[in-house]
């Protein structure tokens, strides 16, 4: 079956431009998550939805960063006025409550990320 | 100090010789660890879990918890040059608003060497 998507898998914008990142998951999977990881970096938390509520917005580094979902369907983050130092690649995860331990956190599956470049 | 820390490496193997990935953790109400493996240019992709102490073995893979001292290891056995990789381990503190967040090391870059 699809696994998780992501567009574009690549983008290039200059400096003080907005951009937006697409994520489409698996279908049921009521749970999404993006994470950002920086070049040589693990990745880093950025944003949590259940549904189309994001209860954790707590990793967005800044108001620049916004991020909705539609139902349990396609997430879309935004960045405003891009900087150099977005630069980095955007992965998108999407999980379920997994059988046996009912944990989201077991069964998250990443798509293959959006590489952004700021000029 | 970071939340979730990894050797830095790289490492290096031999073919056929046991990896040892190591990482640890500050936060004592984590209740989940996870060990990905990332090949350059690719999304993470989950190797396994663990919650209890002691050892998980799968196939060639065993993850080891040490709640204790809020260590959690990856050892691969006969290693293999297709083992090459970033691995990542990651943890999830349960409860809270954010079911599944996880928090992630550094990475560690495997080589395995012919």
């Known amino acids: 079956g699809a696994g998780v998507s992501q567009s574009p898998s690549n983008k290039v914008t200059e400096k003080g431009k907005d951009v937006e990142l697409r994520c489409d998951p698996i279908?049921?999977?009521?749970?999404l998550y993006w994470y950002r990881q920086r070049l040589g970096q693990g990745l880093e938390f950025l944003i949590y939805?259940?549904?189309?509520?994001?209860?954790?917005k707590s990793g967005l580094p800044s108001d620049r960063f916004s991020a909705e979902r539609t139902g349990e369907s396609v997430s879309t983050l935004t960045i405003q006025r891009t900087q150099q130092e977005d630069s980095a690649v955007y992965l998108c995860?999407?999980?379920?409550?997994?059988?046996?331990?009912?944990?989201?956190?077991?069964?998250?599956?990443f798509g293959p990320g959006t590489r952004l470049t700021v000029l | 100090q970071k939340e979730v820390e990894q050797n830095s490496g790289p490492l290096s193997v031999p073919e056929g010789a046991i990896a040892s990935l190591n990482c640890t953790y500050s936060?004592?109400?984590?209740?989940?660890f996870f060990w990905y493996r990332q090949y350059s240019g690719k999304s993470p992709e989950l190797i396994m879990f663990?919650?209890?102490?002691g050892d998980k073995e799968d196939g060639r893979f065993t993850a080891q918890l040490n709640k204790a001292s809020q260590y959690v290891s990856l050892l691969i056995r006969d290693s293999q040059p297709s083992d090459s990789a970033t691995y990542l381990c990651?943890?999830?503190?349960?409860?809270?608003?954010?079911?599944?967040?996880?928090?992630f090391g550094q990475g560690t870059i495997l080589t395995v060497h012919p």
């Open positions: 995860a999407s999980s379920f409550p997994s059988p046996t331990s009912g944990s989201f956190a077991d069964t998250q599956y």
């Open positions: 990651a943890v999830n503190i349960a409860g809270g608003t954010s079911y599944g967040k996880l928090t």
């Open positions: 936060d004592r109400g984590s209740q989940s």
């Open positions: 279908s049921g999977h009521t749970a």
């Open positions: 663990i919650y209890s102490n």
């Open positions: 939805f259940q549904g189309n509520s994001a209860p954790d």
